[in-house]
């Protein structure tokens, strides 16, 4: 019997998998895919997770200092630091970087195998995958599921809500272009209500084209590529379009006798922009630990797993909800509303203090996310568009922050 098997070669499943093979413990990897990584994904990740988990030199596209906005009626504000806050990676090779680390500290992968099935009883998890028509079966003491959004192996392993009513919608398409310098953020609804579009330089003058909406397509991508083609902004589309769900809350609970859930397979991303990785990593290093800790004692128990929900909790359960408050915000938003309080934030004295004030980063939109609702002006402007935020005094607590626990 394994000790553990981990459903999902992302950057939460390869980080458990190096982790409990470094302790010792025997692992083993499933992934329906035949290459690791090859997840849809813009591939961009903050300062904070460049520090904890460094990709290579060779895996790093860009880094990026600033960023510009474009309004609805295409007005660009651009946003500057002094340092690198954000980096575009080859998301495959980062990943598969994990994987490698992972193998030579004794995890084994098995690629090219869907897993069909799993039963969790109090000895033993009981997994059944499928390959090219023929099943395989393996046992372990406990299983991680990393199989990114809406995975039927969750409720199989009694995890999630089995609900998934909370995402976004992605969809992406790289594309020629020249002299792109930094990443484009897009709004209003010529892009889709309530949705932002994107345009991020990678290498070799190309650049990736997406959108994230919480409606339905409609169309949408059409709208963005036809708009951006049309300003000059790239030259031929070279891919084509892909879509993939991106969940904004935690499904909850991600602990249960002999499994944890993590990544986006938990809903651990940030809400307001979609980004997973960081957050997934963060996830998977947790998930070992508390995975470690309960091999060594032999037990394997829903209490003993339970501290990796508190652990993460701990950790982005704050971020997570200011970030759905904020996207809440956003969505309700017309056009002249969004352009309004953005000519408001990009005044030089709000976007020094609420955008460009040192402690903001890209992995913790928190720190914004307050800073704007509680600055003296722009707290003002924003009560003005959303003036529901005045009936809810409770929401603000003794130290000036947003309360969301």
């Given amino acids: 019997m394994l000790d553990v ?11 458990a998998a190096l982790n409990i093979a470094k302790a010792g413990f025997s692992v083993e990897v499933y992934d329906w895919r035949t290459k690791i990584g090859d997840k849809l994904c813009t591939g961009i990740i903050g300062h904070s997770c460049f520090k904890e988990f460094p990709p290579a030199e060779h895996e790093i596209y860009r880094s990026s200092s600033s960023a510009d906005i474009v309004s609805p009626s295409g007005k660009t504000y651009l946003i500057n630091h002094r340092n690198p806050q ?21 995890a084994v992968y098995r ?5 069909t099935s ?45 609900e998934h009513k909370n995402f976004l919608t992605g969809c992406q398409t790289t594309v020629s272009t ?68 991106i969940p904004v809350k935690p499904s909850t609970p991600t602990y249960n006798q002999r499994a944890l859930s993590v990544g986006d397979a938990a809903g651990l991303t940030k809400p307001t922009t979609g980004g997973g ?24 128990s829903s209490k003993q797993l339970k501290p990796y929900e508190s652990e993460w909790k701990r950790l982005l359960n704050s971020e997570i909800k200011l970030g759905n408050v904020a996207r809440g915000i956003f969505e309700s938003l017309r056009d002249s509303q969004i352009e309004f309080l953005i000519s408001k934030l990009m005044t030089d004295d709000v976007r020094k203090d609420v955008l460009e004030a040192n402690g903001v980063s890209f992995d913790w939109h928190g720190r914004i996310i307050n ?11 924003l009560s003005l568009v959303t003036p529901e935020l005045e009936q809810k005094p409770s929401d603000i607590n003794s130290t000036g922050s947003i309360e969301v626990a």
Avoid at 111 to 115: D, E, F, R, S, Y
Avoid at 128 to 151: D, L, M, Y
Avoid at 201 to 225: E, F, Y
């Fill in 5 to 15: 098997i981990i459903i999902g070669a992302g950057p939460a499943g390869n980080l």
């Fill in 111 to 115: 690629l090219n195998q869907k897993v």
């Fill in 118 to 162: 799993i039963d969790v009883s109090d000895q033993e998890v009981s997994v059944i995958s499928e390959s090219k028509g023929r099943n395989h079966s393996a046992t372990c003491k406990a299983v991680i599921i990393a199989t990114g959004f809406g995975s039927p192996l969750l409720k199989m392993a009694g995890l999630g809500n089995g």
């Fill in 277 to 300: 990785i960081y957050y997934s990593l963060l996830s998977g290093q947790l998930a070992a630990k508390t995975l470690i800790k309960a091999l060594n004692q032999g037990d394997l």
């Fill in 371 to 381: 800073s704007a609702f509680m600055h003296s002006v722009f707290g003002k402007y």
């Fill in 86 to 106: 954000a980096y575009v990676i080859n998301r495959v090779s980062y990943v598969e970087s994990f994987a490698d680390k992972a193998v030579k500290a004794g």
């Fill in 178 to 245: 020249e002299g792109l310098s930094r990443p484009k953020v897009f709004l209003g609804s010529n892009i889709g209500r309530g949705s932002f579009g994107w345009l991020v330089p990678t290498q070799n003058n190309q650049a990736l084209v997406g959108l994230a909406t919480s409606r339905k397509l409609n169309g949408h991508m059409d709208n963005l590529t036809k708009l951006l083609k049309t300003q000059g902004y790239y030259k031929e589309i070279e891919s084509p379009e892909r879509k993939w769900g």
